[in-house]
């Protein structure tokens, strides 16, 4: 089987420039990477059915082997209009990128970033307990209704953050609104 | 008669339904009428494919008379069949969710008339992927649902969920096109692309070029099915898309790349050859997800977690290539698409109710909705493992066949594996103390919606009227509906374990496959061609019996 050269070439050429551009960050550059990988394998795809030949139309003269082989290129159509609508729906979400952020980058992911920065304490599960949690207290602090972070034993309980020391409440506070943690609600999320 | 030859149907209906429902753009309620009409038949006659086939059996079509190594046959079996079952039940309840949400928030927030012709070609695609005996109409069935999905992802075009859609857009076209590579290059060596003649065909293959092609089908179906290194994407893209959506992408689409794995693994390439490479995988999936879900505040995303900690469960149970594994993994898969689903409903109520699903912002539900706390209390358990619970069987089933197979590998996927449980209880019993137990006033940031309830409850009749808007009837019964099949796959474990195990057994032995599409005098090769092969299937099915 003899395969054509300069298909080869383009193919991989396109494999190259493709997968660079992928890893881009700008969306245009992304979706033209896209592309050049499709086109990339349907040149595969080509490539794959073997040497070139007469067009499948069928005549008792022609021996079966000089026939060209069909399937790949039946294959090729299909996916050459599933890219096709890929790209179409690409050139949308990129459109509405700019018309949003009036920039041509993939935007963070807000709230990973906030996972990302949370520190590791946690200050309904962390926070050391300033109040005998025995069933015979003795005082009744905090079964009042009154907070348990009120007490006079708790004013000096600190934890540690990452590499700070913090007493509990400023720990508390570091979750307030206005604080790096919080993010503004978002406004398609539900609260109706 | 042919009881394949109905099998197109179960594509065909849908997207008839979706140019209906596209048609009926402008007539809301014609176009609700229509889409859940056309879902229920379809799940009627899924329901009756799978019926026929209970006891056993395989049936093949050949779509427009094209003979099998060159046509597009479809194959109707116990486990595609059971798949179709379970996903068509789930596309139902989400659906009718959709359009409780849709009716309820007055048709404003996103554009719904969109909402019903997508979802039901992604219903299509999901159903072609399952049915599809041939590579190449897997890929256009993963396409097809795959850019319904794109649509459905980036549903209103709000800035979080375009930028969420972009990574999800980019990461499926990379994960088709190596497939598609995957696809020209087994075209390229065998000369088929149909799965049952490539089943005879790629056994004649040099190791070399078998394993390269093997490779690369596990890592384009690997991308899909979010397994371990390959599932970034999930968390990131999943909890921004509205909550129908979220749950019917957890519950079925990387269910469907789960799918193709069983297929590859079993059909196409038996034998033992990447067991160890997907059992590692398998771990990491299951560990490291669970622990990104421990880190997360907010419920989708914790739940995105948990669903791919959980496919790791699902991919152990493959990668033992026992009767007893394979069988555990086609029941865990069909309970997880239940109960994943349902959670993610249960949190789109939470979030109507409670305002939000960060659990930072969310508290008291249990006192202000009992109703909500039973239905994410009972789902949740049973993702967790909690035992009368389906989850708890699965897991049960999956770690026998570990602890049957004995390998030092197959016990340390054992220990991971309860390991993941208990984790994924902590997990939900997180959610559950912060967003259903404290009082809102002990929250970080309670939302105003849950404060100012109790001045409203004081007034008698105010307070019930409001929980009626805000959580409306049909997403509840939608919800409550999905929450009792996920029960009733519990109270029904022992028939379902029962074909579960027999399509295991199928499946390793792949006779019947191959007869039904090949014709019954094609040669079926030895199971142990290349390596050793897989396990003995003789004594493995008593197992299975032993278990109901």
């Given at each position: 089987?003899?395969?054509n ?63 060209n ?14 890219s ?64 348990v972070?009120?007490a ?8 540690k ?20 943690n ?11 | ?14 997207i008839?339904g ?6 009926l753009?402008?007539?809301?309620k ?11 038949l ?10 026929s ?20 046959v ?13 996903s ?7 659906l ?7 009716m ?7 554009p ?14 999901v159903?072609?992927?399952?049915l ?10 993963f ?31 990379v ?25 005879l ?11 390269l ?14 397994v ?10 999943y ?9 019917v ?9 789960v ?20 059992m ?29 900690s ?11 290539s026992?009767?007893?594994?394979l069988?555990?993994?086609v ?23 409670g ?7 969310v ?6 909705s ?15 493992g ?5 989850g ?11 602890v ?68 409306p009837?049909?997403?509840v019964?939608?919800?409550l509906g999905?929450?009792i ?22 499946m390793?032995?792949?006779?019947s496959?191959i007869h ?33």
């Open positions: 089987m003899s395969v050269l300069t298909l080869l070439t383009v193919m991989g050429a396109l494999y190259a420039c493709g997968i660079y551009l992928i890893l881009e960050r700008s969306l245009t550059r992304v979706l033209l990477g896209l592309m050049m990988l499709t086109n990339a394998t349907n040149l595969l795809i080509l490539t794959t059915g073997g040497y070139a030949g007469l067009a499948p139309l069928f005549s008792k003269d022609t021996a079966p082997g000089e026939y082989d069909p399937l790949p290129q039946a294959l090729i159509l299909t996916s050459i209009v599933i096709f609508a890929v790209t179409a729906f690409m050139l949308g979400i990129i459109y509405r990128t700019w018309v949003l952020a009036r920039e041509d980058e993939i935007q963070d992911d807000a709230e990973d970033r906030r996972v990302a920065k949370t520190p590791s304490f946690d200050v309904e599960d962390d926070s050391v307990i300033p109040v005998e949690t025995s069933e015979f207290p003795l005082t009744m602090i905090g079964s009042d209704g009154q907070s972070s009120d006079p034993d708790g004013a000096d309980a600190t934890v953050v990452a590499d700070r020391k913090l007493d509990a409440k400023k720990a508390a506070s570091e979750e307030q609104p206005g604080s790096l919080i993010t503004p609600p978002n406004k398609e999320g539900g609260g109706q | 008669m042919n009881i394949a030859s109905f099998a197109p149907l179960a594509v065909l209906l849908p008839l979706a140019a209906l429902t596209f048609l753009i402008r007539h809301s014609a176009q609700r009428t229509v889409s859940i009409v056309v879902l229920s379809t799940l009627l006659l899924e329901c009756w494919l799978l019926a086939v209970w006891d056993g059996g395989t049936s093949a079509v050949n779509i427009g008379g094209w003979l099998p190594p060159w046509g597009i479809m194959v109707v079996d116990q486990f595609s069949s059971l798949m179709l079952v379970v068509s039940s789930v596309s139902l309840a989400v009718i969710y959709a359009t409780g949400q849709g309820a928030d007055g048709d404003q927030d996103a719904v008339s969109i909402f019903h012709p997508t979802y039901l070609i992604l219903v299509a695609g159903s072609n992927a399952f599809s005996g041939d590579l190449f109409n897997l890929y256009v069935g396409e097809i649902l795959l850019t319904a999905s794109y649509v459905l992802m980036t549903l209103g075009g709000t800035g979080p969920r375009i930028r969420a859609g972009v990574t999800y857009v980019v990461v499926s076209v994960s088709s096109v190596l497939f598609l590579i995957a696809i020209a290059m087994v075209y390229g060596a065998t000369g088929t692309i149909n799965m049952a003649d490539l089943a065909k790629l056994a004649e293959l040099d190791p070399g070029t078998r394993n092609l093997h490779v690369m089908l596990l890592v384009a179906f690997g991308i899909k099915a979010a371990f290194p390959l599932s970034f994407w999930l968390p990131d893209s909890p921004t898309a509205p909550a129908p959506v979220t749950a992408f957890a519950g079925l689409l990387t269910k469907v790349g799918y193709a794995m069983v297929r590859t693994e079993t059909l196409l390439f038996p034998g033992d050859t990447f067991n160890t490479p997907l590692v995988a398998a771990l990491l999936t299951m560990v490291v997800g669970i622990l990104g879900a421990l880190a997360q505040s907010d419920i989708k995303r914790l739940l995105s977690f948990t669903l791919v959980h496919i790791g469960y699902m991919v152990f149970g493959l990668a033992m026992s009767v007893a594994g069988g555990a993994a029941f865990y898969v069909a309970h997880h698409i239940t109960i994943q689903t349902s959670l993610f409903l249960v949190t789109g109520l939470i979030e109507r109710r305002g939000s699903s960060s659990m930072d912002r508290a008291g539900l249990a006192k202000l009992p109703v909500l706390a039973v239905l994410f209390f009972v789902p949740a358990m049973n993702l967790a909690i035992p009368p619970f389906s708890f069987l699965g897991k049960l089933g999956l770690l026998q066949a570990g049957q197979l004995g390998t030092p590998l197959a016990y340390a996927l054992v220990i991971g594996g309860v390991l993941t449980s208990l984790l994924t209880l902590l997990a939900i019993a997180r959610v559950w103390n912060r967003a259903f137990w404290r009082k809102p006033e002990d929250a970080e940031h309670p939302d105003p919606v849950l404060l100012a309830d109790p001045a409203e409850s004081a007034t008698g009749d105010r307070a019930g009227k409001a929980n009626v808007t805000l959580l009837r049909t997403m019964g939608s919800t999905l929450v099949f996920g029960v009733g796959l519990t109270v029904f474990a022992g028939p379902l374990f029962r074909v579960a195990d027999q399509s295991a057994l199928v390793l032995d792949r006779t496959y039904a599409v090949l014709g019954d005098d094609a040669p079926v090769p030895a199971l142990s061609q290349p390596g050793p092969g897989p396990d003995p299937a003789g004594d493995q099915p008593a197992g299975g019996q032993e278990r109901k």
